[in-house]
Structures are given as C-alpha cells and as structure tokens.
C-alpha cells in the first residue's frame, strides 16, 4: 500500500500549531494537523482570555481557539483529531505513524505539542478545576482581585506567580515543601519584600475545601516528623506552579532536548538539530508560555519550513 505523502505535517494544535498552519496553507505548502490529545490545546482549560490582541472585550480558551482553527480551515489546511504517536527522524522524508497504525512520510514536521502543567495529584484538584484552581496566574489571575489566593512551588514560576498575584489579590501565601526557595536570589527577594506575599516554609498541601468553589487548604507543616502540625488557611484560589512538563516523550530519541526536557532551537529560530524538523510553542519555549508567544512562534515555524523546502 502506498503510504501518504505530507509536505508538511504539524504535530499538535494549540495556538503554535494552529498558526503554522494558517502560515503554511496561504503559503501553498498543503499542511496536515494533527490535533493530539487535547485539541486547542492549553488554552483550552483556561476560562476568559483577555490579553491576547485583537479582543478588547476578552474570549473564552475554547472559543478563541475555535476561531484560530477555523482561520487555518478557511486556508485549507487538512485538521484531523489523531495523535501522533511515532517518528523517525533519522532520514527524510520523515516518517511518522498515527495513533490508528496509519504511517506517512513528511517533508518537512512542525513540532507543536505544547507542554503540560504538573499538578499535585490530589482529587480536589480535579474537583475544583476551573472553580478556583488554576495552573496559570497570567490567565486567571484578575479573576482574584481583592481575595486571597495561595500559589503552590519554590521556584521561579512561583515567585513570579506569587508577585503577580501579590498586585491583584489581597493577600498571597506561597506554599513551599521544603525550607528554602529554588528560585534565583533576585526572585526570592522580591517575594520576600512583599507585604502582600506570606511564604509557608515546610508545607504540603493535603486538600481543597469550600461549597460551590475553593474556599480554603487543608495543608500539613513538617510532614511525616514528630513535628507534624495540620492546619488550614481560607483562600478563593490555589494555583499551581510546580513546573510544566514539555510534551516531548516520543522526540527525544531525535531531537536534542534541554536538561527539562524542552526541545533546543537555534537561536531565534524554529530549527532543531534535525534538519528539517522545527518546533515552536510551549515545546521549546520554558520561559514565556503564552498564547501570542505560542503563535508568533508557529508563523516563524511555518516560514522556516517554506525556505526549508524551497531549498531542498
Ligand atoms: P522549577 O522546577 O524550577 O521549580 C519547581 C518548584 O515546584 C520547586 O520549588 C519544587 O520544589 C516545587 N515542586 C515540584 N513538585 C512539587 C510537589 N509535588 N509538591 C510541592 N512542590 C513541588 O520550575 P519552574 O517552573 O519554577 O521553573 C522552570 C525553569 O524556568 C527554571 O529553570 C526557572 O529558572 C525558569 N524560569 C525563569 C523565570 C525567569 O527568569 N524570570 C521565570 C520562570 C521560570 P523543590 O524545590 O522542593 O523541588
């Protein structure tokens, strides 16, 4: 059977994915989407989007990511609800196999999967998503003016979070597993001269609680010593700011990655060490992950793509 040939497929479908396919369908390169496992992406879960440009009045997740898939349709770029599940990138053109079995050869790849944000594990996060719990300060964060909310993590995410919240929220606790923050030392200063900030050393947290929508955390100082303490706090959000995990699990056997995971792209480009091969978004970027971000990126994939291909 004759295997299906791609120009260029773009693995993933948040606001880096989707934007290089609108680039790469009005620049006649015929692309293939494959959305993956959660359609839209991140931006998905988040409630109202309001500083993405364009949209003076803000936009839910879903709704702006309808209409950037909808763009790209308009263009006609082929968007399928599969995941990709298997690459070769030792030669080109690249094979890659779909979730159904279904093999292809690709010319050119866009790598877009996006990263993921690590929660704790607890039911009550999954009970109160989207009711108070939150992985993204930037997005939800106006949503808490003049309330308390608390921001879980030691490191550099959750002293920005924490400081950022610090400027809507009446009051922010940062709680921290251990008795120091990872954070570099600018960071942790700033939160430590934070009035509005009160930083939890040695705290886990154990559950969320409230009727309609978090109300407090059940937390536990010195856990597991003899010192053990449970105690709870009163807060309308927790956020999570324990990391993301890059979505990059069946690239890393091609693809150079950084010590988190993240794939490495030359410079203020979208090439990765495989010729060929880009990445843009979430994926490859640790540091800004934001929805503009994501596809400014996806335009700059979509563009490196088209040289790509005219040269070769
Ligand atoms: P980090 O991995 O640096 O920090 C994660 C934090 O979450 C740590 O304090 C860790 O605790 C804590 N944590 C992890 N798992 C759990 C858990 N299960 N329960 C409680 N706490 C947990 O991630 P960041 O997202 O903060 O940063 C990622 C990278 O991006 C870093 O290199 C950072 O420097 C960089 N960055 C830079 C910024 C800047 O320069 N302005 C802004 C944001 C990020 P523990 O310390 O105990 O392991």
Request: some cysteine.
């Amino acid at each position: 059977m004759e295997m299906e040939k791609i120009r260029c497929l773009i693995i993933g479908s948040g606001p880096a994915g989707y934007t290089a396919a609108i680039y790469a369908s009005r620049a006649n390169l015929n692309p293939v989407v494959f959305e993956g496992p959660q359609p839209g992406g991140q931006l998905t879960i988040t409630t109202e989007i309001e500083n993405f440009p364009g949209y003076p009045e803000g936009i839910t997740g879903p709704e702006m990511m309808d209409q950037i898939r909808t763009q790209a349709l308009r263009f006609g770029a082929d968007i399928r609800p599969q995941i990709i599940t298997k690459v070769d990138f030792s030669k080109r053109p690249f094979l890659c196999e779909a979730e159904d079995g279904k093999q292809m050869l690709a010319d050119a790849v866009i790598i877009a999967t996006g990263a993921s944000a690590k929660y704790l594990g607890l039911e009550d996060e999954v009970k109160y998503r989207g009711m108070g719990v939150s992985a993204c300060a930037t997005c939800d964060g106006f949503f808490y003016r003049k309330k308390v909310v608390a921001v879980v993590g030691g490191g550099d995410t959750a002293c920005e979070e924490a400081i950022y919240l610090s400027n809507l929220a009446k009051k922010v606790y940062l709680i921290v597993r251990k008795d120091y923050l990872r954070a570099s030392k600018i960071m942790q200063q700033r939160v430590f001269d934070n009035e509005n900030i009160e930083v939890l050393f040695n705290t886990n947290t154990v559950g969320l609680f409230g009727e309609d929508g978090v109300e407090g955390a059940h937390l536990v100082r010195h856990k597991g010593t003899e010192n053990e303490e449970f105690f709870d706090i009163d807060i309308d959000g927790f956020f999570l700011a324990i990391g993301h995990k890059p979505n990059t699990d069946i690239f890393k056997e091609w693809i150079e990655l950084d010590e988190a995971g993240y794939i490495k792209v030359e410079g203020n480009t979208s090439l990765t060490n495989v010729e060929g091969v880009f990445a843009a978004g979430d994926v490859a970027d640790p540091r800004y992950r934001q929805g503009i971000t994501a596809a400014g990126m996806g335009a700059k994939a979509a563009i490196d793509v088209e040289r790509f291909l005219l040269e070769h």
